[in-house]
Every structure is written in structure tokens, then in C-alpha cells.
């Protein structure tokens, strides 16, 4: 039958949307591989290749459900509406015209859903003209401020540490909250809206945690510290200035206060029950006129809310009931939230069994399909095993990941304490503080991120007086960015100071004689800005406690090679620098690309294949100096790698054509010859520890279904070993 699996994917796509209750992330994370079956079932019919946007558009959704839980209920109304839209065509019950005609209607909807949060925090990132109109012009007020304030931050943060210990002390509890109490009071009368707000947000939270709403915890502890950083920045703006209101607010406006106080209402609106009324005029079922009315008439007669709708027939007794039921979910989800501690141990054990668990499927599908005609089993039972050990892999996956706002929060400490210590005043931005690393990843790249953020606070960032000279603002900026980029992250921090002097690094690269004359006058940018991660390479005049000894950025390199990961640099003399860091998403599994050469499978990192080519040895070039061979593909000249050569495989090529991957590297197209091409797989990592240390172009080596093994190719020592043939 036509369409069968398709069917089948979404009838089990709607059996989850008619069982979801309100926060149940396995149902969300069945949904979106559902979709994720889908959108590649789709690829096999033509006339559904132009719903694949629709598809990508509904997976976004999937992940708002648990992001946006105002407009839960909306959501899943909609996924009903289109999975139900769908069903029917495939059925034959509409036709392929009304089938668009719906899907159209419905996608202008959905693309209202996703960017209407974006919109919403776009416009509440942006200070309004009038936002510092109000800060007082009265230096010695502000200056007495400072002071105070000061005070009652060391206050709440001594308070804070002994409520780790004893975090159902209601003294203590009180008097944090009457620090932060003061301090916003004291903001407000003076102007300072944006310490006001950001102390309004910590008091809220701690009016919770004295309503016993809320239970102190440590990660709870390290969200206020955040918080309490971000005061501390702020009072030291208005030190460095002088206490002078116009120079107070330029300096101001460099400082988001908004990503943190988003931060605070997703963790107070997790805590918070939206009363009868709010639900229904959310869900469009009451006006805001109409609820002022019967809110009115409540107070008179001395009646539930509920009834007074009714009496006033504004409401049906079923959208009461509905409404009812989503607000006693919402009791259920505040009563659900909370964590169990695992060891690193077991949580590292359940992630290498889990490995072996997608092992054992694959070789199992693969043992089925061998011998399918003895064996009675349907695609339906082999599709349903696969469908849970994926969900399995997924969930205890993201049990391993941890938010990188962690890192950013002790970041900003060892910021603030550098620049204190070198007389400068610096501000932190973080952006993507919610994106999360595994967190054996993570351990490994605290050192790196420590080392450059002090260098750029000692190297990059001026002095208040030198700032002042070019024209920059007294205080500087550092900027921490995560992000997600096809399978793995970017961590990118930027400084907004002097920027990297190449002839500096040149000049010293010379002196140690570690490049030759002829060799600096050939040097690309990229090439240059490496030499700074050689070991013992610095180009500080004097030592200090920060820097100045030669040690630094080759941690920075070395442990990234650790982890896979690695660093590039982007600069502008007088303006910034950049360090981009790449990182794997998870160093369990990825997404590969199998291949084979000579007898041997190797796996490439599926997302950095842009496509698969098929060469003419005629089409091949060979330079002059080095005998290295290139292509001309797509108005660009290419090297070719061919990988027998670097993996030591015997191979008699007989053919004229070659069957190669081209792919993107650090900005750069490499061409990459292998004799077959497998496919696209599902890649469990396993660690080859000192077995094949010397060979830096693997990451590691994996099993297969058919308990075969192959390597897994690290790209970056691939091209490298490629270029000292």
C-alpha cells in the first residue's frame, strides 16, 4: 500500500499528542524522532518534498512545547490539526490541493509560534531611549550608594554560603532577601533601573524560597551568585565613571541585563500557577473585557470564578473543565521538578552501556535482514526496537549534558578578579548559556576558557586611561558566546580590545628562532596566530601573576586535541579578537559517514560532507614543486588526499574513475579519495587508548552490524599528516 510507513509514523505521532501531559520530555523527545522519520520518508515521494519545510518547521515546535509552556496547549491543538490533515490525504480522504491548501494555512501559524518568543526577548534586550532618564545627577548620593550596596552584596553572599549548609534556616533566608530588599529600593529612588530590576528578580526568587515555594539549592545558590556578579559590574560602572550619570549610562547600555533576567522568569514562572482566568483569556476563550466584568461580580456575590462565567454564560461548563485541567497540571509539573544526584562513574557506565545497546541493534537488524525468510518478524516489531533504542540513547544522552552557563557563571568570577587585579574594569555578556556539552567535555575546557579570558584581560583589553586615548569607552567588554553548529558547538569569547599585533608575534617567532626570515614573509594570517599556541611562546614584555612565562595557549590547544576540539583565532588590530572553539556535541556517538578503503572501513564526520564526486583521473592536476594533486571544482582549486596512502592500504587502482567526499573544512574544500562509499550511520565512539596513539588522523574506532570494526577519521590529522607527505 502507498504510503503505508508513513501512515504508520504518523498514526504513532498522534497516539503521542492524545497521550501528552503538560512537561513530558520523552513524549517531546518521541515526537521530534517521529518528525525526524518523517521528514526522511518524505525525500522518497516528489510531491512531498516541498512539505519538508513544513516538517522542519514542526520539529522546532516539538522543542517550544517544553520552552514555552504558556502556549503548550496551542501547540499540541495545532500538531492535531496537521497530523490529522495529513492522515487524511494519505488515506485518500482529501486530495493533494487541499492537503497544500491546509498545510499553508497552518504554517503561518506555526512560524508565528517559534519566532514569537525570539521577537518577544529581541524587543526586551533593547534598553529604550528613556530607560537611564531617571538616575539622579548627585555624585555623593550615587557614591553612598555604591558603598552601600557593596555591603549588602558581601552580606547576602556570606549569608548564601551558610545556607548551603543549612538551607532551611528562615533567619538567614530572611536576611538575603531584605539585602536585596534594600539594595532595589535604594536603586529605584536613585534612578539605577537596571540594578533595580536585576535586584527585583533575586528578591522575587527569595520571596519563594521564604514561602517554602521553592527549596535552596546549589544550583540555585550558583544562579543569585550570577545574579550578584552582575550587580557587582554594574556598581563598578559607575565607579570607573566617576559617579557621573552621562558617562554612567553610555557605560550602562554595554551591559545585557535581560539574558539574565529571562534566565530568572523561566526558573519563577516554573513556580508559578496561572490562575482560571489567565488560562481561559490565554486560550481566547474570554476577553479581557469580559474577565474584568466577572472578576467584579465575583467580588459581589462571593462566588468561584467558575460559576460566575457560567451564570453569565461566557464560559461552557467543558471549557471550565478544560481550563481546570490544565491548571491542576501545572500544580502536578511545579510538585514534579526536582533532580537525583548521579555519580560521573555510573552516568559514564550507563552512556558506554548504552553504546553497546545500539551496537547489539544494529548487528541484531543486520542478523534479521540475513535470514528474514526463516524468521517472522515484522518491519513494524524491528522498526518499534529501533524506535526505543533510539529514545534510550537519546534521554540517557542528554542525562550526560550540562548547560555551559555553569562554566560562563565561574567565568565571570575569574573575570572580575583579573581585572581587578590589573586596574581594569570589565564587563561580561554571555549569549547561549542554556546550549549544553557533555560533561566529560566540559571538564576538559574550563582550563582553555580560563587561560584565554585572563589573556585577553591582560593582552586585549586596555587600560582605562589607554581606552579613553583611542576614542573606546573606559570599560571594557568580553563577550562569551555557545551556539550550536551542525553536530558539535561553537564557544566563541571575544574582546573588544587592541586586538594581535602579527608583526609582534613575527618579530618574537624570529628571536626564537622557531621560523626562518624566508618562512615569516610566506605566513598567512592563520599560520601566524598558530605559533602562539607553541609551547613556551608569549609575547608579554614583563611576568606577572596573569601572564608572561610561555604558558597559556598551548593548554589551550593540547587539551582540545584531547577532546577533538579545536581553536581558531579572528582579530582586528585596535578593535578585537576572537578565539572560536569548536567542540563535539558528545564524544559517545555521532553521525557518520561509512566508507571503505582497501579492506578497512573508515568512518568521516557525516556533517562536514558536502557531497559525494565521482573523479576522472583526467580531471586531476599536479603542481609543480611538490607533485600534489589538485581539482577545479565549482570555480575553486581543491587538493585531493588520497587516503591508501596515509592508511597504509595496498591498493592497484585499475579504473579511470575515483570515488570521492568532498569536504569543508576551516573555511577550506578538501577532496577526499576512497575506494566505496557505504553510508550515512549511527556512530558509537569507542576509545582505542595507546593502541593507535601515534596515529593522530583517528578519534577512535567503532563496531558494526555486521561486528566488523572500522576507524573513525579525525579530519583535522588527516589533513595535516596529508600535507608532510
Given amino acids: 500500500m502507498e504510503f503505508e510507513s508513513l501512515i504508520s509514523n504518523f498514526q504513532m505521532i498522534e497516539e503521542l499528542l492524545d497521550s501528552y501531559e503538560s512537561g513530558d520530555l520523552i513524549k517531546v523527545a518521541s515526537l521530534t524522532e517521529g518528525l525526524e522519520k518523517v521528514y526522511k520518508e518524505f525525500d522518497k515521494y516528489n510531491e ?406 585572563r589573556n585577553a584581560i591582560d593582552h586585549g583589553i586596555e587600560s582605562p586611561e589607554e581606552r579613553v586615548k583611542v576614542g573606546k569607552d573606559k570599560i571594557g567588554k568580553i563577550t562569551l558566546k555557545a551556539e550550536h553548529k551542525g553536530s558539535g558547538i561553537e564557544v566563541i569569547i571575544t574582546d573588544d580590545g587592541k586586538g594581535i599585533d602579527k608583526e609582534k608575534i613575527l618579530k618574537k617567532a624570529l628571536e626564537l628562532k622557531i621560523i626562518t626570515p624566508e618562512q615569516s614573509t610566506k605566513m598567512s594570517d592563520k599560520d601566524i596566530y598558530s605559533l602562539m599556541f607553541l609551547p613556551g611562546f608569549s609575547t608579554s614584555e614583563n611576568v606577572t601573576n596573569v601572564s608572561g612565562r610561555g604558558v597559556g595557549l598551548d593548554v589551550v590547544k593540547k587539551n582540545l586535541e584531547e577532546i577533538h576540539g579545536r581553536v581558531e583565532v579572528q582579530t582586528e588590530k585596535g578593535k578585537y579578537t576572537k578565539f572560536i572553539i569548536k567542540l563535539p556535541l558528545t564524544l559517545a556517538i555521532i553521525e557518520g559517514f561509512v566508507t571503505k578503503v582497501g579492506s578497512n572501513k573508515y568512518v568521516f564526520p557525516f556533517n562536514l560532507i558536502e557531497e559525494i564526486l565521482v573523479l576522472e583521473k583526467s580531471s586531476l592536476k599536479y603542481s609543480e614543486n611538490g607533485g600534489k594533486a589538485m581539482i577545479f571544482h565549482r570555480g575553486i582549486h581543491v587538493p585531493v588526499i588520497f587516503c591508501e596512502k596515509i592508511f597504509k592500504e595496498n591498493i592497484l587502482r585499475e579504473s579511470e574513475n575515483f570515488i570521492s567526499l568532498i569536504v569543508s573544512f576551516d573555511q577550506f574544500k578538501y577532496c577526499i579519495v576512497v575506494d566505496e562509499v557505504i553510508g550515512k550511520q549511527e556512530i558509537v565512539i569507542k576509545n582505542l587508548g595507546n593502541i593507535l596513539s601515534e596515529y593522530s588522523y583517528f578519534s577512535g574506532g567503532t563496531i558494526f552490524g555486521d561486528g566488523t570494526i572500522g576507524f573513525v577519521v579525525d579530519i583535522q590529522g588527516l589533513i595535516e599528516k596529508a600535507a608532510n607527505l
Fill in 48 to 453: 512531498l518534498k516541498k512539505l519538508n519545510n513544513l516538517v522542519n518547521y514542526l520539529k522546532q515546535l516539538s522543542l517550544k512545547l517544553t520552552e514555552v509552556p504558556e502556549k503548550e496547549f496551542k501547540i499540541i491543538s495545532l500538531f492535531k490539526d496537521i497530523t490529522s490533515s495529513f492522515l487524511s490525504f494519505f488515506k485518500k480522504e482529501i486530495s493533494g490541493k487541499d492537503l497544500i491548501s491546509r498545510i499553508n494555512e497552518k504554517s503561518h501559524f506555526i512560524k508565528e509560534l517559534i519566532g514569537e518568543q525570539k521577537k518577544e526577548e529581541k524587543k526586551e534586550e533593547l534598553y529604550p531611549p528613556d530607560y537611564f532618564k531617571g538616575i539622579v545627577q548627585d555624585e555623593k548620593l550615587l557614591l553612598q550608594f555604591f558603598h552601600e550596596a557593596n555591603e549588602h552584596l558581601d552580606e547576602a553572599q556570606y549569608t548564601l554560603l551558610e545556607l548551603e549548609y543549612d538551607s532551611t534556616n528562615k533567619e538567614l533566608i530572611n536576611n538575603v532577601f531584605r539585602n536585596f530588599h534594600t539594595i532595589k529600593g535604594s536603586s529605584a529612588f536613585l534612578g539605577l533601573k537596571n540594578i533595580e530590576e536585576v535586584s527585583h528578580k533575586i528578591e522575587d526568587l527569595f520571596a519563594l524560597v521564604r514561602d517554602e515555594k521553592i527549596t535552596i539549592s546549589r544550583e540555585l545558590i550558583d544562579v543569585i551568585f550570577y545574579g550578584m556578579e552582575l550587580l557587582r559590574n554594574l556598581l563598578d560602572i559607575m565607579e570607573a565613571n566617576e559617579y557621573k550619570a552621562d558617562k554612567m549610562k553610555s557605560s550602562f547600555l554595554k551591559v545585557n541585563i535581560f539574558s539574565y533576567i529571562n534566565l530568572m522568569k523561566r526558573i519563577l514562572s516554573d513556580y508559578n500557577v496561572k490562575k482560571i482566568g489567565e488560562i481561559l483569556e490565554e486560550e481566547g476563550l474570554l476577553n479581557k473585557g469580559d474577565l474584568d466584568k466577572i472578576l467584579e461580580k465575583q467580588k459581589e456575590e462571593d462566588k468561584k470564578f467558575g460559576e460566575v462565567a457560567i451564570d453569565e454564560k461566557k464560559l461552557t461548563s467543558e471549557d471550565l473543565a478544560e481550563a481546570l485541567k490544565k491548571q491542576q497540571q501545572q500544580k502536578l509539573k511545579v510538585k514534579r521538578m526536582g533532580y537525583v544526584k548521579v555519580s560521573n562513574e555510573k552516568l559514564n557506565s550507563l552512556i558506554d552501556l548504552v553504546g553497546e545497546l545500539v551496537i547489539n541493534q544494529s548487528m541484531l537488524k543486520q542478523e534479521i535482514v540475513n535470514s528474514k525468510a526463516s524468521l517472522n518478524i515484522s518491519d513494524r516489531n524491528l522498526g518499534e526496537l529501533e524506535n526505543i533504542t533510539t529514545m534510550i540513547k537519546n534521554i540517557v544522552l542528554s542525562m550526560g549534558m550540562l548547560p555551559i552557563g555553569d562554566i560562563f557563571n565561574k567565568l565571570r568570577v575569574v573575570i572580575r578578579n583579573t581585572a581587578e587585579e590589573l586596574g581594569k574594569v570589565v564587563v561580561v555578556e554571555t549569549e547561549g548559556e542554556e546550549t549544553e556539552l557533555d560533561r566529560n567535555v566540559m571538564e576538559t575546557i574550563y582550563d582553555p576558557l580560563l587561560h584565554i579570558v
